[in-house]
């Protein structure tokens, strides 16, 4: 089934998501539903809040689907590491149609534990690593608008009003 995707300025969007200590029938239909609306939107990755939901789950495939095995689930994802910078331009499902550059770790290691229940660990860099860090803001009620520079974010945030009362912005 496919989820509404949440998006800015919705307030939900800045609420902080809690762990989950166990996995769920619950929560791994949502899963299913997240990877099915990831795909669809088309997007990179996609964070339980963006679809209401304060889980500390994300999916994400850099690959948009063109590679079989490039799906991951994480569960409760803990930066743990990370190094370099890089600048990049980012968007985002929840802020459609709006990009910007933000300066992301180049390397991170990352914990997390599997749909199956298994906790591992993930050394990533480039385009995932930058994927797993925005989704993790996610997580921690931060947009990826919110790290731009104050100009950039400012006239993102004017622009996105005038749309919403011209009622072009979903």
Do not use: W
Not at 84 to 106: D, F, H, I, K
Not at 138 to 151: K, N
Request: glycine fraction near 8%; include cysteine; aromatic fraction near 4%.
């Amino acid at each position: 089934m496919l989820l509404p995707i949440l998006h800015y300025p919705d307030e939900q969007l800045r609420k902080t998501s809690v762990p989950l200590t166990a996995i769920t029938e619950e929560d791994r239909e949502l899963i299913e539903n997240m990877i099915a609306t990831m795909y669809d939107a088309p997007g990179v990755g996609l964070a339980a809040p963006q679809v209401g939901v304060h889980k500390r789950i994300v999916v994400l495939d850099t690959t948009v689907g063109k590679e079989p095995n490039a799906l991951v689930v994480m569960i409760n994802p803990e930066i743990l590491s990370s190094e370099g910078m890089q600048t990049e331009e980012e968007g985002c499902l929840s802020v459609p149609g709006y990009n910007g550059n933000v300066a992301r770790a180049q390397t991170i290691k990352v914990s997390y534990m599997t749909r199956e229940g298994e906790q591992t660990t993930l050394n990533a860099e480039g385009l995932m690593a930058r994927a797993i860090q925005h989704e993790v803001d996610h997580l921690d009620g931060i947009l990826f608008v919110d790290r731009l520079s104050p100009l950039k974010r400012d006239m993102i945030k004017r622009k996105i009003k005038k749309a919403i009362r011209q009622g072009a912005y979903k």
